[in-house]
């Protein structure tokens, strides 16, 4: 059995956002401070149902959340009475890992930074000093409106934890401060929350004062980079932690090897480059992506949640749930919707949008064209003003086309409806019926010629005036 588990208070409204959202499902770089909290969570190795989060007045918000990302528990507080009576919402989950050692990781669900080498470094500190509680501190100047670690001066041993509005002007000189998140070894964190008490300016009760209550047994593991303490309050705040995220995750993909050069290039998290990829500015790339070598992506395109290969580029493109392989080159002005995947050396110029469907390998789609639902073979050249008809009204249809087809300027493909290889279309054909394979079609109206209609136009117009 896995003795550690882990509690993040994430009861907090946010009021200062100003928003119909939680604080903790405001978003750095697309994915909510909680998700940043819970993944650190899961790659320190402390498994889903091991993690309760305690809930607020947004309990639902955050429930709906959180199954979307895993197997959690919820604790609700139902009244803001202080991170220590937050804790005690999870008694039930703490008593179940109290004994043969069992350890309480504890974290605030608004720190995106806190992560997982911070938490495992920090629980091999506590473990190897058999602490009851061992605080995750930080060096921060200013210290701002975080709790102070105070220190007794003959021992420079953890003595007290101070929120800020309860400090003495000495207290607020003090730079070494309170992360928010703890280790504990279970048992005693269950023996130390029924005596806390409310006595401070806030009349809440803190878990802080725990420590106190374990010093004789408390250690601090200071973490190598005092961002890991950052939260926000406001939009403002938000702001700073999406550029310093911005900044972090793009330092990442400098080292990888790629190149990001101009401004506005946003990469989530989760987004794999490989190197000698260069990306162009207002740029966003986000969700599972993953990208090969060589590529040129932007200026101005979003990707998210696509398979890129090598040697791709693309200009101004909206790429989503798509796959697109070696040497394809796209833009300006294209979209790619979910569901499709273009082949190798594919062509495609501008205000094109493709929609579930399948580009065989050398096929060119030069501009102002939209293909949907389509199966479409290789080195097939469509003209412009080509549109696949794909519904009815009631169902969706699917156009299928043959290797080396040539697809004249506006036609209309009516599905289903199949074109075989080496066909061809000429321009201006409605097609409605399938084409054999080396055949042309032709599907157009009789040409209806009306002489001298410019001097009939300009008689009847003056006989209206008249």
Known sequence: MDKRCCI???????????????????????????????????????????????????????????ESKGQYRTFLQEE???????????EKMLREFSDDGGDVLVLCGDAPFMDAGTINAAYELHKSRDSDVTVITANVDPAGNYGRVKRDKNTNLLSAIVEMKDCTPDELKITEVNSGAYWFKSERLIWALPQLRDNNKSGEFYLTDTVELLVKSASTYMANDSIIVLGANDRRQLRKLNDMMTEMINNRHYVAGVDIIGHNVIIGKDVKIARDTLLMPNTIIRGQTEIGSGCVIGPNTQISDCKIGDNVTLNSVQAFDAVIHDNVKAGPFVHIRPGTTLHKNVKIGD????????????????????????????????????????????????????????????????????????????????????????????????????????KNKLRLNKDKAD
Not at 27 to 41: A, R, Y
Not at 84 to 90: D, E, K, R, Y
Not at 431 to 451: C, D, F, H, Y
């Open 8 to 66: 993040i208070l994430a009861a907090g409204d946010g009021k200062r956002m100003n928003s119909a959202n939680p604080k903790v499902l405001m978003t750095v770089l697309f994915e909510p401070m909680l998700g940043w909290v819970l993944d650190s969570v899961r790659n320190a190795g402390i498994k889903d149902e091991n993690v309760g989060v305690i809930t607020g007045s947004s309990a639902i918000q955050v429930a709906e959340y959180l």
């Open 80 to 90: 803001r009475k202080g991170t220590g009576h937050a804790v005690m919402q999870a």
């Open 351 to 454: 205000f094109v949008e493709i929609k579930n469907s399948e580009i065989g390998e050398g096929t060119a789609l030069a501009h102002l064209t939209y293909i949907g639902d389509s199966d479409v073979g290789k080195n097939v050249n469509f003209g412009c003003g080509t549109v696949t008809a794909n519904y009815d009204g009631l169902e969706k249809h699917r156009t299928i086309i043959g290797d080396n087809a040539f697809i004249g300027c506006n036609t209309n493909l009516i599905a289903p409806v199949e074109v075989g290889d080496n066909a061809t279309t000429a321009a201006g054909s409605t097609i409605a019926k399938n084409v054999p394979a080396g055949a042309l079609a032709i599907e157009r109206g009789q040409l209806n010629v009306k002489e001298d209609w410019y």
